[in-house]
């Protein structure tokens, strides 16, 4: 009795149980990338047991041409669809946000589908649009990656929209008003004062049509033409056959690189959020 | 909000790129894929849309109602567990103080941005037959073989290639997907009725049963819907940790479409899907609603 009464009632987090149910579920979640992480550092081919530190996977990640291609790929695609979302999905927030038109709600229920259809759905119809639009599969390098940035545009824009619709939500109107009655054109009031209070939103939408596009593995590997091959593909195909220290090197880049921009992302979002 | 006709041209300049890009390039496809579930195969590559219903008939075959049925249970179950490891830690987080709330929050999304792929490469890694797990286990056997009980020989668990996996697989990658709403709905609940409950003398268990459990409905039934629709269609997973007999709807409607060529089935396939992913969606929505109802008395 006496123990119970040390904390409040409704402090679950100071729960024993909570505590190691919470150990736990956190537990199961990070083991295997630590795992991943850590054996990418060692000097063993067999993955099993720990012979020292080496940095050798890394070299040969990056010695193995397939693979960096397949990374510098997927990150020029992830920064291209970030750009081209981010315009798209900003304009259907502004859109949804500003405007009152017919069909509006029957039209802002199915730009939202591309969030709810399953992936395998969307990836299809992408190789049978393709397929049967007779899009050129020829194209150079880095043109040949355009089915994979315009189907990852498709279904990553939406996502921005959402982010930044919600943003634009805090908006007081009454600013607007005021930037129009000191004199500035309606062209003004959005650089100077809508733009900059989506900018936060803007921040984490771009940085989830980011991590989206270069996650994504089933509508790529149903929109890419022949000898096109992104990480996940690339890395698909590699673990089909074995488990390999260097399929470790590379996942930790992977890894590395989406810590960061999270950390970015968050670190950016701070000081407007605090501002407002 | 203004009306359209106010600024037409300012209008049509905002509306037109997004609407464009949507409907050329995500409803032109689907609706590709419509018109080719009600079309059939004529020679190797052509294939005319006959109006046929042939395709959807050949989806009630015992074969593929099996996948189905295996899709459904398992993700089901997926959606099961994830709701009963979820729940706790959305209640700490919601009780939590504002820093431990955040850091939370992190941690849980952590995984949640992390590629997918890397995470079921990190899974096989440590449930193989010679992985992390099974590794531990024959280091323990060796010790007790060590220090004289009769153990017999070390046989490795079968972690890996089973439904086991895949539901191991599902509940690892979808895990965010419920503690995120469940999280949400918690958060908004007011927690003096919890405070109420418990000092009228309900415990615990009772003011989670019949009190939190009640409020936060709405917000199950999206962790519910959230979870099991993309654990419905997950391919990656199934596909790497199950084993040939484990196969789910989205491995059979990728046969199709690459292996099997049978592309208007495949369509069909890829159709029930969407038809099942859309009435979960309604059905979340109508609950929503009648949450609210319910809320507001």
Redesign the interface.
Known sequence: MAKRAARAPLDYLGSPAIKGWLAGVFLFLYTPLIILILFSFNDSKANIVWKGFTFKWYVKAFENDQLREALFNSLLIAVVVTAISLVVGALMAFMFWRFRFPFKGALESGMNLPIVVPEICFGVAVLLFFAKIGFPTDLPYPLNLSQIIIAHVAFAFPFVAIVVRARLESFNPELEFAALDLGATPFQALKDVIIPHMRPGLIAGGLLAFTLSLDDFVITFFASGPGTVTFPVKVYSMVRFSVTPEVNAASTIIIVITILATVLALRAQKPVGKES | ????REDKR??WA??L???L??IA??????A??WA?SVGENQGPVDVAITGTFKNYAKAFSPEVLKVMWDSIWISALTTLICLI?GF??A??M???DEK?KAW?LL?????F??????????????M?T???IN?GLEGVHGLLTLVGLPMGSFEPLPLLYNKFAVIVGLV?VH?PFMVLPLYAALDRLD?SL??AS?DLGAGHIQTLLRVVVPLAAPGIAAGLVITF??A??A??TPD?LGGPDDLM??SL??RQ?KRAND?PF??AL??I??YI??IF?ALRAFVERKGGKVGAH
Do not use: C
């Open positions: 909000m203004r009306d359209w300012f209008f905002i509306m790129l997004p609407t890009w949507f390039f995500f409803v032109v496809p689907m590709m894929v080719y490891v706790p830690v209640l700490a919601t009780f939590a431990q939370l941690l849980i999304m952590l995984p941005w992390t590629n997918l792929l890397i995470r079921t490469y990190a899974l096989i890694a440590v193989r010679s992985g992390v590794n690892y895990l927690k919890i405070e418990l629709i993309p419905l269609g391919y990656l790497l709807i989205a409607i990728e479409f592309w495949g369509a890829s159709f899907l969407m992913t859309l969606f």
